[in-house]
Nanobody, 121 residues
């Protein structure tokens, strides 16, 4: 079995910074692209950023200039550094990873359960 567990969510004031992490564990042969998404109440889940195994990153318009995605392949962990947080960043932040559990399997998307980020004065 594979698990993804996020950490780092908190309630902060506008302008603050947070550092989220998400670690994959279990039967893992290989991890491809890892990503952060977010979902606010009553809205659709939206992509924040992605990072490949080779550390090629892509930040969507949500993240550009304020958020930075990174990963540590040795720790099966993806991070999201968030600076200058705004009330509109309030959401559950979830990570996703493309994981092969054996060398014979195709990659499957696994999701974490999310960590709450609340930005309010």
């Amino acid at each position: 079995q594979v698990q993804l567990v996020e950490h780092g969510g908190d309630s902060v004031q506008p302008g603050a910074s947070l550092y989220l992490s998400c670690q994959a564990s279990g039967q893992i042969f290989d991890i491809g692209t890892m990503a952060w998404y977010r979902q606010a109440p009553g809205t659709q889940r939206e992509l924040v950023a992605t990072v490949t195994r080779e550390h090629n990153v892509r930040h969507t318009e949500i993240a550009k200039g304020r958020f930075t995605i990174s990963r540590d392949n040795g720790k099966n962990t993806v991070y999201l550094r968030m600076d200058n947080l705004k009330p509109e960043d309030t959401a559950v932040y979830l990570c996703k990873a493309e994981i092969r559990t054996t060398q014979f399997d195709n990659a499957v998307d696994y999701w974490g359960k999310g960590t709450q980020v609340t930005v309010s004065s």
